[in-house]
């Protein structure tokens, strides 16, 4: 019955940390568009020229971000699971 416990302690911190690393991850990735949403609704069309390009660099890192952080919380339920 120990074991059992031990496990379900397990899995709900597992659970816990990984809502915590999503939720640190969405933060950061809100402020960091921050500026480049105000920059949409700029009265200065130069601006907002500039603005399309940094979005589009900010998708390709945010892909990057969450592609990274994806893989390494699988890297390490496969390294508890397994072994």
Do not use: C, H
């Not at 816990?16 to 991850?25: F, H, N």
């Not at 969405?26 to 949409?40: E, K, V």
Request: hydrophobic residues 50%; glycine residues 8%.
């Amino acid at each position: 019955m120990r074991n059992y416990t031990s496990s379900s302690s397990l899995t709900g911190l597992i659970s816990r940390s990984t809502d915590i690393i999503v939720g640190i991850s969405a933060f950061i990735i809100a402020i960091l568009w921050i500026p480049i949403a105000f920059s949409f609704f700029s009265a200065d069309e130069q601006r907002k020229y500039q603005s399309y390009g940094r979005a589009k660099n900010a998708a390709i890192g945010t892909l990057i971000y969450v592609l990274a952080i994806s893989g390494t919380l699988f890297a390490i339920f496969k390294y508890i699971a397994v072994g």
